[in-house]
């Protein structure tokens, strides 16, 4: 098993919908997840940022860690075609400097 | 500089040869990272400088890859008789102290042919 594994895409949503992006991780000791966007090549770009459990809102964004589960999801509501992308979920190790593990990532595209 | 400046973007070059891939982190930031991103994959980890050393290069797949950085700021990935499927995007990132996620570089895009 990968240690951290990605929903399948790619996925296509009319302009306005709530998309749900989402992740499960293997080892339930770290406690650092993010979210990262990437446009064609470009780097990716950190979009949230959460240390253990709950729930971060950014804006349009909510990002929700679930370690009893070891679910990570990413919400994005009133979305924008401007928000097509692939969206990154990355787990970090024991201290906030460590290497990131991530997944293979989602293209989402939104449709006008 | 303002963001984290990688150089060149674009590397084509034959089998066997040698490359040099260079990254110029955000000024300040102690952390660097380079991690290789292949074609509809995430990016993988490579190697970890906090300051002038490698706290972790676990992520490097052989011993022709290599990474310095001499002066804790500029860190040069160098890779020795390049095979095709060294052919990936590097990306360097970096950070501060606090953590709290990198900042990632564009990437440059090694062609291996």
């Known amino acids: 098993q990968k240690e951290v594994e990605q929903d399948p895409g790619p996925l296509s949503v009319p302009e306005g919908a709530i998309v749900s992006l989402n992740c499960t991780y293997s080892?339930?000791?770290?406690?650092?997840f993010m979210w990262y966007r990437q446009y064609s090549r470009k780097g990716p770009e950190l979009l949230m940022y959460?240390?253990?459990?709950g729930n971060k809102e950014d804006g349009r964004f909510t990002a929700q860690v679930d370690k009893s589960s070891k679910y990570i999801s990413l919400f994005i509501r009133d979305s924008q075609p401007s928000d097509s992308a692939t969206y990154l979920c990355?787990?970090?190790?024991?201290?906030?400097?460590?290497?990131?593990?991530f997944g293979k990532g989602i293209t989402l595209s939104v449709r006008p | 500089g303002a963001g984290v400046s990688q150089t060149p973007s674009n590397k084509v070059t034959e089998k066997g040869k040698y490359v040099e891939l260079r990254c110029d982190p955000i000024?300040?930031?102690?952390?660097l990272y380079w991690y290789r991103q292949s074609l509809g994959q995430g990016p993988e980890f490579l190697i970890y400088?906090?300051?002038?050393?490698?706290?972790?290069d676990s992520g490097l797949p052989n011993d022709r890859f290599f990474a310095v950085r001499p002066e804790g700021s500029v860190s040069t990935l160098k890779i020795q008789r390049t095979e095709r499927g060294d052919s990936a995007v590097y990306l360097c990132?970096?950070?501060?102290?606090?953590?709290?996620?990198?900042?990632f570089g564009s990437g440059t895009r090694l062609t291996v042919v």
């Open positions: 990132a970096s950070s501060s102290d606090r953590g709290q996620g990198y900042t």
């Open positions: 080892n339930s000791a770290f406690q650092y």
């Open positions: 959460t240390y253990s459990s």
């Open positions: 990355a787990r970090g190790g024991a201290g906030a400097n460590s290497k990131l593990t």
């Open positions: 000024s300040g930031h102690t952390a």
């Open positions: 400088f906090q300051g002038t050393g490698a706290a972790d």
